[in-house]
């Protein structure tokens, strides 16, 4: 399960995942991973579009990350223009090229930015999809470019694996869209700056999620 979460995680393994095993013709298998660990993410401050660099620790998560997937044949890698995202990706190595999108940006907080994540007013108005959080980004908006974004990424990946390095709402709202998720349920789904899941999109079926276990995560099985 997503932990404590009601909708279906399948936990997947790098030994599965490597060599794309059993993968269908015409499947498009999204690798989706948040950049790694800022400052900000330590003290727990809403960065928004404010462009953040990676820590040492966000360096550290973004190696892991290459490691986890440097058996797998990468045929895109798509991240956002924040440099905290760009930056994981590029740590990545894949031979595959890099493309870096505004559409994949995360959520204009609005006045928000720079706030804490646990602020009342924002948690109170960001219930409300099309709150746009005077002068940000409603999450219906969000959506709205991730659904376009997505289109493009699709249209030029019908099948293979692609890699898509994005941030914590953005994430959110880029599994609202391929799971068909109310905005509610996907605000709730809290992806780690180190946790990888796996979106698989085959013609004719619903859509299939995976999430790598991690020692630190074995409590969400």
């Given at each position: 399960m997503f932990s404590r979460r009601r909708f279906l995680v399948t936990t997947f393994v790098a030994a599965y995942v490597a060599i794309g095993a059993g993968q269908t013709p015409g499947t498009l298998r999204i690798y989706l991973a948040r950049h790694g660990e800022t400052d900000w993410?330590?003290?727990g401050k809403m960065?928004?579009?404010t462009d953040i660099p990676l820590n040492a620790k966000g360096r550290s998560q973004a190696l892991l990350l290459r490691d986890t997937l440097k058996d797998i044949k990468i045929d895109a890698v798509?991240?956002?223009?924040?440099?905290?995202?760009r930056d994981t990706a590029v740590?990545?190595?894949?031979?595959?090229?890099?493309?870096?999108?505004?559409?994949?940006r995360e959520q204009n907080r609005g006045k928000f930015q720079g706030a804490q994540n646990n602020?009342?007013?924002?948690?109170?108005?960001?219930?409300?999809?099309?709150?746009?959080?005077?002068?940000g980004e409603s999450l219906n908006q969000l959506t709205n470019r991730v659904r376009i974004t997505l289109d493009k990424i699709r249209k030029d990946h019908p099948s293979g694996n692609v890699v898509i390095v994005g941030h914590s709402v953005t994430n959110q709202m880029i599994l609202r869209v391929l799971?068909?998720?109310?905005?509610?349920?996907?605000?709730?789904?809290d992806q780690a700056n180190d946790e990888l899941y796996l979106i698989e999109l085959e013609p004719g079926t619903p859509a299939r999620l995976w999430k790598l276990i991690r020692d630190k995560n074995l409590g969400d099985l």
């Open positions: 993410n330590v003290i960065q928004g579009q798509y991240s956002s223009t924040l440099s905290r995202s740590a990545i190595g894949a031979k595959a090229p890099l493309t870096s999108l505004d559409g994949l602020d009342p007013e924002f948690l109170r108005r960001n219930q409300n999809p099309d709150d746009s959080l005077d002068g799971m068909n998720l109310t905005a509610q349920q996907a605000i709730k789904i």
